[in-house]
């Protein structure tokens, strides 16, 4: 590995002020452990920027497969990490807490393959419609396409209520849609194809069979005695991912890491993202706060902490009675 030449790196210094801001606590650890590798690997390159972007001509003539798994964790500058690990981080905090550790690590492993398979694709594709080798030969770098996937999927589990784009409020159903034409207007050095191939994987999970073949595929390990707790989440779950029972939404609990059923969560209609992660950061700090009761369902929305239930009340007397 190559350590990266010294300059301002004030991208990254602003990374770590917003998520020393958010709290390490309040971080699901995938989503931690995901974005402490796209820093590191841009500190210290796995291979020269030249050497890990992905294109038709370096994966596909060249045989070089690797850059699919090189090129979403490398990044150009440090602006261009900041903005993509800032993103990120509250998709991936909402999106852990409501699918659970192994799920999400699972579904970014797929989103990071796949994404750059459907990016060479349609690069391809417009070579032969065009018969202009430079759309073989354009090389992408960086982990935005597997945002614009997490994005839609996110759009998925909690659809309504609309996103302001320059000013204008804009459906949460074609939000992604904007923002990809408008991102290439505003800065044309972004790969637009890369984009797109996220948008189009995440509509193959959302509306696809994608989502189907992962829990074929992840049916298929757990049945052959890898982890008997690595299905709960899609035996269990419906179309949004949780089940009436409560057996299918995996929260975050911080100490000790364990995933459990909570639908406090899981409401967020109407809210803009980052109302939606301090709602994630309140019920993580009251979860902390608490014990959960044995065959108790889980509560809907805050409970403060002061509030006791008879039951409390009622073990709280018979201790100070035996004292």
């Known amino acids: ?115 750059g398979l459907v990016y060479l694709a349609l690069e391809a594709l417009l070579t032969e419609l065009t018969q202009d080798q430079s759309y073989s030969m ?44 408008l991102i290439h207007i505003t800065s044309p050095g972004t790969s637009f194809v890369g984009h797109l191939a996220g948008i189009l994987v995440g509509l193959l999970y959302t509306a696809g069979p994608l989502k189907a073949v992962m829990k074929t595929c992840a049916g298929f390990v757990t049945s052959n005695g890898y982890s008997s707790r690595a299905n709960a989440y899609y035996h269990s779950s419906g179309t949004t991912g949780y089940s009436s029972a409560g057996g299918g939404y995996s929260g975050y609990r911080q100490s000790p890491p364990d995933y459990t059923t909570t ?16 709602a994630a950061i309140r019920n993580s700090l009251h979860d902390r706060g608490q014990s959960s009761q044995r065959g108790a369902p889980p509560p809907y929305g805050f409970r403060p902490f002061e509030e006791a239930t008879a039951e ?12």
């Open 1 to 115: 590995m190559r350590n990266r030449q010294r300059g301002s790196h004030l991208g990254l210094v602003l990374l770590a002020s917003q998520v020393f801001r958010m709290g390490l606590d309040n971080i699901p650890p995938v989503t931690l452990a995901v974005l402490g590798l796209n820093v590191y690997l841009y500190l210290f390159p796995a291979a020269p920027l030249m050497q890990t972007c992905v294109s038709v001509q370096q994966a596909y003539w060249f045989k070089d497969w690797r850059r699919l798994l090189l090129s979403p964790l490398h990044h150009a500058d440090d602006w261009h990490l900041y903005f993509n690990m800032l993103s990120f981080l509250w998709k991936g905090t909402k999106l852990e807490r409501r699918l659970g550790g192994p799920w999400f690590l699972y579904l970014l492993s797929v989103f990071s393959l796949i994404t």
């Open 138 to 181: 354009a090389c992408a770098v960086g982990f935005s396409g597997v945002l614009f996937a997490l994005k839609v999927v996110s759009n998925h589990y909690h659809p309504g209520g609309v996103t302001y784009v320059m000013g204008f409020p804009v459906s949460n159903s074609y939000v992604s849609w904007v923002e990809l034409v």
């Open 263 to 278: 639908r406090a969560a899981s409401y967020a209609g109407g809210l803009t993202e980052e109302e939606q992660i301090e």
């Open 312 to 323: 409390e009340v009622r073990l709280r007397r018979l201790r100070r009675f035996d004292n």
